[in-house]
């Protein structure tokens, strides 16, 4: 009997400690780790667009409420942060950039937008430094902004730096100014042929006047010392601080190689790199199989790598080139260049093998194409490939889409495609698009609110280093259709401007929707992860004239303060 008795009051004990374990555990796990309250804070959810409180547990969002409401996730180690009705917005999804290129080119000389004298100058002052033969790179200047808006040649590089080979890409990536060293040391002279899907500008004569476009720029890259494995590392780093300057929490690396792909992942694996990015592979064509694409087949989509920091899903291709380098294909000819039409990267059953490619080893596919001939060609592809081998959410996406039949505009929602769009790109071209496509082409092109009134969504991003990364000035141009100097009054054909909540939707929720990625983050809510950014003024209540100026307080990825302004 007494051992009965003995037993049941061991069995009881243990049932007490469990349920006091189980009682502990949820204690415990019902208190945040840090919440922030009395805020200004934007949501993007349709359920609850506004609250003033947000609740953050390890590296997700706990509760998205009222102040009343939080109360009850603060516990004794809950650290509490009054936002003094500061405004909150999610973390911004940067929906397409070059990731590694904005970082390297912050070790190259800056000649962003910047008077070509200043160029020059700044290629003299390296000149001077370095010894004979090694390379002067740079990024960013535009002829369109001079005074002479013609190419630039060979010779005003000769005159500063006749002994160092030098290469300044044009601000599209499209487009490479060189000296006469430099086409040398390629081996391009004036018997040298327009390689498929480039062309070598030439003068009266037929000689190279020292602008590259697109694939003929290839023999050039071949010859340019890399950065090294740790400069590349360390521009990886370089480019994750300027994100999060801005609020970037994402972002859509719209092509890389293995090379950097690799540097990514030990950058991650050493604990630097916090930012998540959403990388595409740089898929070469046919010519080159043994690269990039073909190494991503034989893996498989890597998905939500260093706790969903990290993936790679996405084959990144192209159709054609840029509307400023003249190389994006048209359907008509140029109206400044007549009896010219562009140029396409590939023949139509090229393309078509390397979406089927793409489709058949389960990868999300990715065309850059500009021109409407380019934008054509995918849509054309993507919709035989998807008809042969239906697969239920493709989510294919066309980069960039800048030139567009009315029809094709039709067609991308009836598809279901989505177009990856830079809002700058529309009021960085507005004084030469018009130019190249003429008054009755430019009504398709830049088109947002045509897409979107079919149906589309569009995730938008910046094409950084091509403009400048700040988001801020693309929620601007969205918005309003002005430059920054708020340029033309009224905005440049404004029946195309994005509402606000459009537009901060095409940086967050349908950039992340693009990523596969809309279930986990581009919006605050409970379960989602704890990524937003603290900004100093209300997105949505500021003249819009200010949207541009918005200034980023503190970034959270992840529940992480990983940026604060301590001004």
Not at 16 to 43: P, R
Request: charged share 25%; net charge neutral.
């Amino acid at each position: 009997m007494n051992k009965l008795l003995l037993n049941k009051k061991f069995i009881m004990i243990i049932l007490l400690l469990i349920l006091g374990s189980i009682f502990l555990a949820c204690y415990k796990d019902d208190k945040a780790d840090i919440v922030y309250i009395k805020g200004n804070i934007y949501t993007v959810d349709t359920k609850h667009p506004k609250v003033s409180a947000i609740a953050v547990k390890g590296q997700y969002l706990q509760y998205v409420g009222s102040n009343t409401g939080i109360h009850k996730y603060i516990g004794k180690n809950t650290k509490v942060i009054n936002l003094k009705n500061k405004t909150v917005i999610p973390g911004i999804v940067e929906g397409h950039m070059h990731f590694p290129m904005l970082g390297e080119n912050l070790l190259k000389i800056d000649a962003y937008w910047k008077p070509q004298l200043e160029i020059i100058a700044a290629v003299k002052e390296q000149a001077d430094k370095l010894s004979d033969g090694e390379w002067i790179q740079g990024f960013g200047w535009n002829n369109e902004i001079w005074e002479d808006k013609n190419y630039p040649t060979k010779e005003i590089l000769d005159t500063v730096s006749p002994n160092n080979p030098v290469a300044l890409e044009r601000t599209d990536g499209h487009m490479v100014w060189v000296n006469t060293l430099a086409l040398k040391l390629a081996g391009i002279t004036a018997d040298t042929q327009n390689p498929q899907g480039g062309e070598i500008l030439r003068d009266k004569d037929g000689n190279p006047t020292g602008c590259l476009v697109d694939n003929a720029i290839d023999p050039v890259y071949k010859i340019i010392p890399a950065f090294s494995k740790t400069r590349k590392k360390e521009a990886l780093l370089k480019a994750q601080d300027q994100l999060f300057s801005f609020g970037i929490t994402s972002c859509a690396d719209a092509g890389s190689p293995i090379s950097d792909i690799e540097n990514m992942k030990e950058s991650y694996q050493e604990n630097k790199l916090k930012i998540r990015i959403y990388c595409m592979v740089s898929g070469l064509s046919e010519e080159d199989p043994a690269e990039n694409a073909q190494v991503y087949f034989k893996k498989g989509p890597e998905i939500g790598l260093y706790d969903n920091r990290f993936t790679v899903r996405t084959i990144k291709v192209y159709a054609d080139g840029s509307l400023g380098s003249r190389s994006a294909a048209l359907l008509e000819d140029y109206s400044d260049r007549p009896g010219y039409k562009g140029m396409l990267m590939h023949t139509d059953e090229e393309l078509y093998n390397i979406i089927k490619d793409i489709r058949k080893y389960g990868f999300q596919a990715s065309v850059h194409a500009i021109g409407d001939a380019g934008v054509h060609q995918v849509l054309n592809v993507y919709e035989k490939v998807l008809k042969e081998n239906p697969i239920n959410d493709p989510r294919y996406r066309i980069e960039h889409f800048q030139v567009s039949t009315l029809d094709d505009i039709k067609r991308l929602a009836k598809l279901k495609v989505i177009p990856a769009m830079q809002p700058t790109h529309a009021t960085s071209d507005k004084n030469m698009a018009e130019n190249r496509i003429g008054p009755e082409r430019i009504k398709g092109a830049y088109a947002w609110r045509k897409i979107l009134n079919e149906g589309s969504i569009i995730a938008c991003g910046s094409d950084a280093p091509v403009e400048l990364v700040n988001p801020y000035h693309g929620l601007y141009a969205a918005v309003t259709r002005m430059d920054r100097d708020g340029n033309p009054a009224g905005g440049w054909y404004p029946e195309e401007c994005m509402t606000r909540e459009e537009s901060l939707k095409s940086f967050t929720i349908w950039a992340a929707y693009a990523q596969f990625e809309d279930k986990i983050k581009g919006s605050l809510e409970k379960g989602k992860l704890a990524d937003f950014v603290v900004i100093d003024r209300d997105y949505f209540t500021c003249p819009k004239e200010e949207i541009k100026n918005i200034k980023a307080l503190k970034t959270v990825v992840g529940g992480t303060t990983v940026y604060e302004d301590i001004q």
